[in-house]
């Protein structure tokens, strides 16, 4: 299987930016389909984006469309998630989850998860 570490996350004001990255480690990296989740206090698990093994290939929520850029590098076995013009409504734990096979575009079908970052956008 493959172990998954966040980081990246913190406090930043609204219209600001942040980078997330995901290190992997254990099995090939390359082997993944990959994406980005989040999750509020009281909120349900939310999908946020998806990228294919190769990079080829990324889907976004609608939340954060044109404002998060998903990516990887498989030499470096990371995973990325840039934020701009980040609003209190993207305040969340985000977790890089895995899953061996073709994007998932549901959050039950990663199996492979990180223990999440904190980002906190104050107003």
């Known amino acids: 299987q493959v172990q998954l570490v966040e980081s990246g996350g913190g406090l930043v004001r609204a219209g600001g930016s942040l980078r997330l990255s995901c290190g992997a480690s254990?099995?090939?990296?390359?082997?993944?389909?990959m994406g980005w989740l989040r999750q509020a206090p009281g909120k349900e698990r939310e999908l946020v984006a998806t990228?294919?093994?190769?990079?080829?290939?990324?889907t976004y929520g609608d939340s954060v469309k044109g404002r998060f850029t998903i990516s990887r590098d498989n030499n470096k076995n990371t995973l990325y998630l840039q934020m701009n013009s980040l609003k209190p409504e993207d305040t969340a734990a985000y977790y890089c989850?895995?899953?061996?096979?073709?994007?998932?575009?549901?959050?039950?079908?990663?199996?492979?998860w990180g223990q999440g970052t904190q980002v906190t956008v104050s107003s």
């Open positions: 254990g099995r090939t990296f390359s082997n993944y389909a």
């Open positions: 989850a895995a899953r061996p096979r073709g994007i998932g575009r549901t959050v039950t079908e990663y199996d492979y």
């Open positions: 990228i294919n093994w190769s990079g080829s290939s990324t």
